[in-house]
């Protein structure tokens, strides 16, 4: 029976419904399991999030900004965001993940989107970056849900050629006329690049989505060719063609317009840089296989610049990908006091769109490095023939077959043996070797099977230890790489092993396959103290005078980290460098325990249970012989 109020009465009104406050993200972040929260702490770069307890990360992750907070909850599934508004008291929580997002960031309606053809709104440049949380990340995630389904390989050069072009572009003295309207190109260069018209950046964001965007980036991008002779054949023109909607071009614009003028007062000297270096890895990451081909972790690359601590002189990389060995050189020169111009860069690489990145990415960190005047495979054009090097650092191509052809048959540059035509870890180790000064030291990383393979490799790896090239071997945990999560191992080469401590006749041998923290589900990183002890390590080995970050101390052999190893020993074992069979474990007896003692003690072990084997024997035949059988 339904109720009809009194004539008269008027029918109650519902009291208006008041929006529901937005919940604390503390509130919001506690809804989540411990492993969720370590992986949106890395997301945010915050340091040693793997080892801080529950309540920790949730403060860290709490202090996010707006925009890093709503990018962390897009980060979340459709059921972790069920059961997040289920805790806060949202009572449905049906919907879609970008509707569940929004009912957890606003508390009203969310704002119309602009058409598509209208410019985008211009916002306020981002503040740098606070404390902890690193802003790289943001900006990756807006640009990556820009992406939709392009593929991360083409992706990857629309996305590093706008940034590139923001940085050229973008530093110089203000071009607007009176009428707001009219550019002109700049009296003198910007960055070292004379920068048209057609190529200024705030010119170029204020078309928003025209129709003919596309056209006008490609341009933008050929004037700079034109007016840099340095830059010809460098910079991406992809940017007029199907499948890369005006719209999105617009967004990316304006999102990379939110970092401000960069290199102007008030922001970081390396902003682009660091940005830069952060998309790299993550364009590197999302293409798996194929990112490994352009780009070397940090850790790795930070650990061979440490350990050969290049200051002065002449740096080469004959697979320099994007160019990081040459970027963390630089670093590294600048940590430690070195002038701009104390270090000389040499590299070189084949795929040409490499070549093109490592270009670029020099050029973002004014490096003024000598790749050559294109791409060249470093076997069958040698770019740079005659230099001696003073450091070499690289990463080749594991285990590369066809690489050879019947012009290397002779080539000077393989003066230990004709390396083996399906294989070119030797090739490399010889080409390297080649290009050594005459105290030139080299790192370069191979996978293991370079340590132990047999046949023309053994013979290689014996011809390079017997010539007294191979100062040592670091060898590797997996899962550093984003091509292979095998085990790698660094070589440690030298000219000259008689300064500043006599080296000769032994090799070091490192095992840090302990070493390093997973930084997700599949990768691991080496952290700075695991890349310091190794760096003294190394140092200590050689003898190099300390420096401010490295304590004086004199080599000494460590179970189960390192030992120096002779030349007697490795030819009993074949001339095998794998650390593991050399460096002995911590719990391993000392090593001044003599093989005939150890021998007599287990001779007389075996003897007594011979003896008792014998005497049991006896009992069962004994206990047999009683058997009666009916």
């Known amino acids: 029976m339904s109720y009809n109020p009194p004539c008269g009465a008027a029918h109650p009104r519902p009291a208006p419904r008041r929006p529901m406050p937005i919940p604390r993200p503390e509130k919001v972040f506690a809804a989540l399991d411990l492993p969720r929260l370590v992986e949106l702490a890395t997301i945010l770069q915050i340091r040693d999030a793997a080892r801080l307890d529950r309540d920790r990360l949730v403060a860290l992750l709490a202090t996010a900004g707006d925009r890093e907070y709503a990018d962390l909850l897009r980060r979340l599934s459709a059921d972790e965001l069920r059961r997040i508004c289920a805790r806060v008291g949202y009572r449905h929580t049906h919907g879609d993940p970008d509707a569940l997002v929004a009912r957890l960031t ?37 640009a990556d849900r820009l992406r939709s389904n392009m593929d991360a390989a083409e992706y990857k050069h629309v996305v590093l050629g706008l940034l590139f072009l923001k940085f050229i572009a973008d530093a110089g003295p203000p071009l607007r006329l009176a009428d707001e309207t009219t550019f002109t190109p ?34 933008a991008m050929a004037a700079l060719e034109a007016a840099n002779p340095r830059l010809a054949g460098v910079l991406p023109q992809i940017f007029d063609r199907p499948g890369l909607e005006p719209a999105r071009l617009a967004e990316l614009l304006a999102l990379f317009d939110e970092l401000g003028a960069l290199g102007t007062a008030g922001q970081p000297r390396d902003l682009l840089g660091r940005v830069y270096e952060y998309f790299l890895a993550a364009f590197a990451s999302a293409e798996g296989k194929n990112g490994g081909q352009f780009y070397t972790p940090p850790s790795v690359v930070g650990l061979l610049v440490a350990v050969l601590a290049p200051t002065r002189g002449s740096v080469y990389d004959p697979a320099c990908g994007s160019g990081g060995m040459f970027v963390q050189s630089e670093r590294f020169l600048a940590e430690h006091g070195g002038a701009g111009g104390d270090l000389r860069f040499y590299g070189q690489e084949s795929n040409p769109t490499t070549w093109r990145l490592a270009k670029m990415n020099l050029a973002v960190r004014g490096i003024d490095g000598d790749l050559g005047p294109g791409p060249a495979d470093s076997f069958a054009r040698d770019l740079h023939p005659d230099l001696r090097a003073d450091y070499v650092l690289a990463n080749p191509p594991f285990n590369a077959r066809a690489w050879t052809t019947a012009a290397l048959q002779h080539d000077p540059r393989f003066a230990f043996g004709q390396p083996p035509p399906t294989n070119a870890n030797f090739a490399w180790l010889q080409h390297i070797v080649h290009h ?3 105290r030139g030291l080299g790192a370069v990383v191979l996978a293991n099977g370079s340590l132990t393979a047999g046949g023309r490799e053994g013979e290689l790896r014996r011809a390079l230890v017997e010539a007294d090239v191979v100062d040592g071997v670091i060898a590797l945990p997996g ?22 401590r006599d080296r000769r006749g032994s090799v070091l041998m490192i095992d840090a396959r302990d070493l390093g923290e997973m930084t997700d589900r599949t990768h691991r990183a080496l952290r700075p103290a695991d890349i310091a002890e190794l760096a003294a390590i190394v140092h200590a080995w050689r003898g190099d005078p300390a420096r401010s970050d490295m304590p004086e ?56 249970q011979l003896a008792r084997a014998a005497a049991l024997d006896r009992e069962l035949a004994a206990a047999l012989a009683r058997v009666e059988v009916p």
């Open 106 to 142: 606003t508390t009203g309606d969310r704002p119309e989107r602009p058409p598509p053809d209208a410019p985008p709104p211009r916002r306020p440049a981002r503040p740098p970056p606070r404390g902890e949380l690193g802003f790289e990340a943001t900006l990756w995630q807006a």
């Open 186 to 219: 700049p009296a003198a260069p910007v960055r070292g690049f004379v920068v048209p018209a057609e190529a200024r950046w705030d010119a170029l964001v204020r078309r928003g989505a025209a129709s003919h965007l596309g056209r006008d980036l490609d341009r």
């Open 436 to 438: 050594l000064a005459p």
């Open 553 to 608: 101390r004199t080599y000494r052999d460590v179970p189960g980290r390192c030992r120096a190893v002779g030349r007697e020993v490795l030819a009993a074992h074949d001339f095998a460098l794998a650390p593991a069979r050399h460096v002995a474990p911590p719990d391993a007896p000392p090593p001044d325990h003599s093989f005939a003692e150890r021998f007599a003690a287990l001779r007389d072990d075996l003897l007594a």
């Open 479 to 500: 899962q550093l790489f984003y091509a292979t999560t095998i085990p790698v191992c660094v070589w440690l080469l030298a000219r000259d092993r008689a300064a500043p």
